[in-house]
């Protein structure tokens, strides 16, 4: 398989075939980008942002349509330095190790009220059970009800699952289980066109439910202000010179929403996969509760739950003696940085105690993850839970990959336990 056929990342990630492209020249022509494979290279991209732009084509290796791109741009994600800096300056404080230090005991609770309502079953779909302790924490952080969390879990599916048949179409949602702001904007939920396909989701038009409920949580945030990032932001925006746009807030919201709580609902499976096929390690983990740390990181290594992201060259440059022309698009492969033999010892093997581990899972350079800490403090809580009221764990039936180049998703992921 090719290493962008979303078909065969239903069987797994091609790692084979990176290596093997790796081998040959860390920086390969690919259909029609240039992919970046080795880790010195991906960390030179990524901290370069004068030379290897996000803004000039967005950070997605399918092009925007023409005139979505400008509305793309206004996307945090999709931002170059000063505008970039500007926006996130307004986050970080929601990100800080004291604020997430706030919402540990809560984020511990909730994993181990997740656990605890399956652990007498003796079996559950790990995927499903998971996906609950991201929209749980998005909630907390953003000032979302804790009713219309499951609005997030649609909109993901939507926008990281656009290639995957059932989850492009995600509707799980009922208006009778949320909020009536939720209500608004579930009227608004768009439906496939007459040849199934649903709207680009990177669009304005293509998510128009999620950005009903962005401005009326935001009305409703400005009114009644409380301590979450929503209420902060919402000082600040405004068309009449505020610091923040409406687009940009929009896609501050769009961003959050998705980004925040897909990312960590792939890892969390994925690194439960991770273990499970590695009974030894999973076993090391279970009599060494101190690995913990250190397991964590080699699950987000191991597994790499983003792939892949796209910048735009803003000039003639070469990297690793390959020359790329102004204009051309520059993928950098995580997938692949984070299996590269120069800087992890048999970096195929899935090692619980793998130290230093320098992993670039969340990025590197102006636009490293803002969540990073959050997502960490969540993938311990979890598996301390699994650990300490689940014990030892097997397959109980065939993980279902989801169909994607740039998610590494589980949608399923059976377990089964002695209870």
């Not at 290596?19 to 240039?34: M, N, Q």
């Not at 005139?67 to 931002?79: C, E, G, I, P, T």
């Not at 735009?312 to 590269?340: E, M, P, Q, Y």
Request: hydrophobic share 40%; charged share 25%; net charge negative.
């Amino acid at each position: 398989m090719g290493i962008t056929d979303p078909d065969g990342y239903v069987r797994g990630v091609p790692y084979d075939e990176l290596a093997r492209l790796r081998r040959e020249t860390p920086v390969v022509r690919v259909d029609d980008f240039w992919a970046v494979l080795a880790h010195a290279d991906v960390r030179t991209v990524l901290r370069d942002p004068a030379r290897f732009s996000s803004q000039l084509g967005g950070t997605q290796i399918r092009d925007p349509a023409g005139a979505d791109l400008a509305y793309v741009r206004r996307m945090m994600l999709n931002m170059d330095p000063p505008e970039h800096g500007r926006l996130r300056g307004l986050l970080t404080r929601a990100f800080t190790p004291r604020a997430i230090a706030k919402l540990t005991e809560r984020i511990e609770t909730s994993a181990r009220e997740l656990v605890a309502d399956v652990a007498g079953q003796g079996e559950c779909d790990f995927a499903k059970v998971a996906a609950d302790l991201p929209l749980r924490t998005l909630a907390a952080v953003f000032g979302v009800p804790e009713r219309d969390r499951r609005l997030m879990y649609d909109w993901s599916n939507r926008v990281i699952g656009y290639q995957d048949a059932e989850y492009a179409v995600s509707a799980t949602v009922s208006p009778s289980e949320v909020t009536d702001l939720a209500r608004a904007a579930l009227a608004v939920r768009p439906a496939p066109g007459p040849d199934g396909v649903m709207p680009d989701p990177r669009t304005r038009a293509g998510m128009p439910d999620l950005y009903a409920y962005a401005n009326a949580l935001g009305e409703y945030k400005r009114e009644h202000p409380g301590e979450d990032v929503m209420s902060t932001l919402m000082q600040h925006v405004g068309d009449d010179g505020g610091r923040v746009s409406l687009a940009e807030f929009e896609n501050l919201f769009w961003l959050f929403s998705v980004a925040g709580n897909e990312t960590l609902r792939n890892g969390l499976p994925g690194g439960m996969l991770a273990l499970l096929s590695h009974p030894s390690e999973y076993r090391r983990l279970l009599a060494d509760r101190s690995l913990l740390p250190s397991a964590v990181e080699e699950m987000l290594r191991w597994w790499t739950p983003v792939m892949n992201f796209r910048r735009t060259a803003t000039s003639d440059v070469s990297l690793s003696g390959v020359d790329i022309r102004a204009g051309d698009k520059v993928v950098v492969w995580f997938s692949s940085a984070n299996r590269d033999p120069a800087v992890f010892d048999d970096p195929d093997a899935f090692d619980v105690s793998r130290t230093p581990n320098d992993h670039l899972t969340f990025g590197h350079g102006p636009h490293f993850c803002l969540g990073a800490h959050l997502a960490r403090v969540q993938l311990r809580a979890m598996f301390a839970a699994v650990l300490d009221l689940l014990g030892e764990v097997s397959l109980a039936g065939a993980p279902v990959r989801l169909r994607s180049n740039f998610q590494n998703g589980l949608k399923s992921l059976p377990i089964r336990w002695v209870s």
